[in-house]
Every structure is written in structure tokens, then in C-alpha cells.
């Protein structure tokens, strides 16, 4: 059984840099065809896909938010991270990691529990 | 881009009730559709993909329906454990959820 688990910290200034690591267990990032995907969502609002990236290191990003973001993979700790950049509050949301296949239909099918993020000086 | 629009936004049922819960694409997505289901303080679950394939484990009393623009998740008979909100989901392109769905007990 898959498992993810966010971590990083949960609160960050303005301007800053938001990292977060997820943390994949019970299989290997790097078996079978799969996305590693980012989603956040703020409180009591929806969905918001953030990015992906596949084990070789291809990514695709939300344009809406391509150019603050950079997601990496790290293949030997079976991990992968987000760093968003220049945070306003409007960032503040709890940030899920997934994984998505890379076959149709490309579902979400396994998450992590949530990181909750407060972006506040 | 390709929008979604899920409704209602908000549903009020009871136990043992069937309850309909629509998501249209604003251009044809084929069959590229996904239903997910959210719990307070939960990562959401999915619940059907690919527009009607229910995913293991989700009780059978879950259904989908639908393909081109206009999609449907049917619960045919409510039971307390239900009681969430509904997302779909587009994967046609850039992956984008609906606005959600809150189902609340009556």
C-alpha cells in the first residue's frame, strides 16, 4: 500500500520561500508509470492542482502559478518536493501531495494527509 | 481553457435518499472525468475515473455516468457516512477540479 506524508514547515513570512517534501512509502517513486503531484487547497475553498513531475524529472506546472514554482524529485530518498516562491497570504492552504497515473485517465489515487500552511509575518 | 461547473454547490438529503450531483465541461473532456469525495480535515478519496469506473473498495451504491461535457455521480441510497463534499475533477487537460459539492444531512 502506498503511502505519502507532507512535511515542512507551517508557517512562512511574505515574500518568502514555501518548501515542503512528501515522502512516498510502500513502493518505490521510480516504479511503474506515475505523476508526483502537488494540490492545495485554502480553507473552506476547493481544489487547486499546483504541479507534477515523473521520476525522469519532467515537469508541468498550473500556469497560473509557473512562475513561482519549482517541483524537484529526489529518486534515492524516495521523495519529492515543492518550493513556492514570493508567498502572500493568498497562499496560506493546506497542500496535499498524490499520486497520479501517466495513463489515461490520469486519476489521483493515492494522497497524502495534508500540510496545513500559513503564510504571516 | 476548459472550465467545470459542478451542481449544486450545495445539497441538503437524508438518509436513504438519491442524490444527483452534475459537473459540466465547458468543451468536450470524452470520458476524462474523475469523482472524488472529501471529508472534513481529509485528504479527498476517489470515488469513480473515467467517467464511470468505480474505483475498489467504494461501495457500489456510488455511480457515474457520462462523457463529451455533461457528467453525473448518483448515490442511490444515502448513508450517514456519505454526508461530504463531492469533487470532480478534469483530466483531459491541465488537471482542474470542480468547485465541490457540499452534501449536508437534512
Not at chain 1, 475553498?45 to 498550473?62: A, M
Not at chain 1, 502559478?65 to 529518486?75: A, E, N, P, Q, Y
Not at chain 1, 513556492?84 to 496560506?92: G, K, M, R, W, Y
Not at chain 2, 472534513?40 to 462523457?67: C, D, E, H, N
Amino acid at each position: 500500500q502506498v503511502q505519502l506524508q507532507e512535511s515542512g514547515p507551517g508557517l512562512v513570512k511574505p515574500s518568502q520561500t514555501l518548501s515542503l517534501t512528501c515522502t512516498v512509502s510502500g513502493g518505490s517513486i521510480s516504479s511503474g508509470y506515475f505523476y508526483w503531484s502537488w494540490i492545495r487547497q485554502p480553507a473552506g475553498k476547493g481544489l487547486e492542482w499546483i504541479g507534477r513531475i515523473y521520476t525522469s524529472g519532467s515537469t508541468n506546472y498550473n500556469p497560473s502559478l509557473k512562475s513561482r514554482v519549482t517541483i524537484s524529485v529526489d529518486t534515492s530518498k524516495n521523495q519529492f518536493s515543492l518550493k513556492l516562491s514570493s508567498v502572500t497570504a493568498a497562499d496560506t492552504a493546506v497542500y496535499y501531495c498524490a499520486r497520479v497515473g501517466d495513463f489515461f485517465p490520469y486519476y489521483f489515487d493515492y494522497w497524502g494527509q495534508g500540510a496545513l500552511v500559513t503564510v504571516s509575518s | 481553457d476548459i472550465q467545470m461547473t459542478q451542481s449544486p454547490s450545495s445539497l441538503s438529503a437524508s438518509v436513504g435518499d438519491r442524490v444527483i450531483i452534475t459537473c459540466r465541461a465547458s468543451q468536450s473532456i470524452s470520458s476524462h472525468l474523475n469523482w472524488y469525495q472529501q471529508k472534513p480535515g481529509k485528504a479527498p478519496k476517489l470515488l469513480i475515473y473515467a467517467a464511470s469506473s468505480l474505483q475498489s473498495g467504494v461501495p457500489s451504491r456510488f455511480s457515474g455516468s457520462g462523457s463529451g461535457t455533461d457528467f453525473t455521480l448518483t448515490i442511490s441510497s444515502l448513508q450517514p457516512e456519505d454526508f461530504a463534499t463531492y469533487y470532480c475533477q478534469q483530466s483531459y487537460s491541465t488537471p482542474l477540479f470542480g468547485q465541490g459539492t457540499r452534501l449536508e444531512i437534512k
